[in-house]
């Protein structure tokens, strides 16, 4: 017969801490169990008109990035008509792409996308203010939300 064990909120919680942290927790809660495993970002973009950038974005510019940030970084590339298919199929599975790369920020898939008030502030504070296009792109004032960030936000000035 099972007998009721008596324990209150706060000690459980002390000896649940006492057993992650001791490192028999990985199994118990399963964020700490992830916390060795490599990172991971999955990036969609069109097939560029110019076949050379696509290979070297790949191989010399993420390959390094990659291994400067110890992250595995997985490069899709499909067709410029095959975008919005395919942000859609993604957006509806609700699973796909970390970064999706857009010619120009759909405002349908707003509702899907994080803020990127950090992007643009952390940008600001080491680059200067973006440009007016950029953020007249990405920013909803309804909303108040910044749903892209726009790559040559700091090259049209």
Not at 141 to 157: E, H, S, V
């Amino acid at each position: 017969m099972s007998q009721k064990i008596d324990i209150s909120r706060r000690q459980f919680i002390k000896t649940s801490s006492t057993i992650a942290a001791a490192g028999i927790g990985s199994f118990l809660i399963p964020r700490f169990a992830k916390a060795n495993k490599k990172k991971r970002l999955r990036i969609l973009q069109w097939n560029h008109f110019v076949p050379e950038f696509d290979q070297w974005f790949k191989n010399v510019y993420i390959k390094k990035w990659s291994d400067e940030n110890d992250t595995e970084v997985i490069i899709d590339n499909v067709g410029m008509t095959s975008l919005n298919g395919r942000a859609k199929a993604e957006v509806r599975a609700g699973k796909g792409h970390d970064l999706f790369m857009f010619l120009r920020p759909p405002p349908m898939y707003e509702d899907f996308v994080i803020d990127h008030r950090e992007i643009y502030e952390e940008c600001q504070l080491r680059y200067g203010k973006p440009s007016d296009i950029a953020l007249k792109s990405t920013y909803n004032p309804k909303t108040g939300n910044i749903m892209a960030f726009l790559t040559a936000t700091y090259l049209i000035q």
